[in-house]
């Protein structure tokens, strides 16, 4: 019975994600519509402007684990980025290095993860990015 509230809070994120209800420059959703475990997610955060990510999309692969919400997920970039929270090599948002993940609480949501990325962009808005398109 231990999955019936991680199941249920999924479901409630998922919701809000379909709906658009938040932050319009992240999205989120299930990669697959049949996924039942709620466990594999896809996210999207639009580049902020004024800064060396605007006019780009980056895309984002998200696992949650059976621990979540009480541990985070897993959160890799598919787009090559360069913020101090992504492993260069394989785009892995590195839980020692950002600081929503060293300071995780179980009420953060996936999209609180999406918008605190996007801060971290804006707060390295000057670093040079790989071309558009590139992947890991």
């Known amino acids: 019975m231990e999955s019936a509230p991680r199941t249920f809070r999924l479901y409630e994120e998922l919701e809000k994600g379909e709906k658009g209800l938040g932050d319009q420059s992240v999205s ?9 475990t ?7 955060i639009v580049g902020p402007a004024n800064t060396n990510f605007d ?11 059976a621990h ?5 997920p897993v959160v890799r970039f598919t787009s090559k980025i360069n913020i101090p929270s992504v492993n260069q090599n394989n785009g892995s948002v590195e839980t020692n290095k950002f600081p929503m993940f060293v300071q995780w609480r179980s009420e953060y ?6 918008i605190a990325l996007k801060q971290e962009m804006i707060a390295n808005r000057k670093n ?3 071309a558009d398109g590139d992947f890991y």
């Open 68 to 72: 979540y919400p009480n541990q985070p």
């Open 55 to 65: 006019n780009r999309i980056y895309f984002l692969q998200i696992e949650c684990g």
């Open 128 to 130: 040079s990015q790989p």
């Open 109 to 114: 949501t996936i999209e609180k993860i999406l």
């Open 28 to 36: 989120y959703g299930l990669d697959k519509g049949d996924d039942q």
């Open 38 to 44: 709620f466990t594999f997610w896809n996210g999207t």
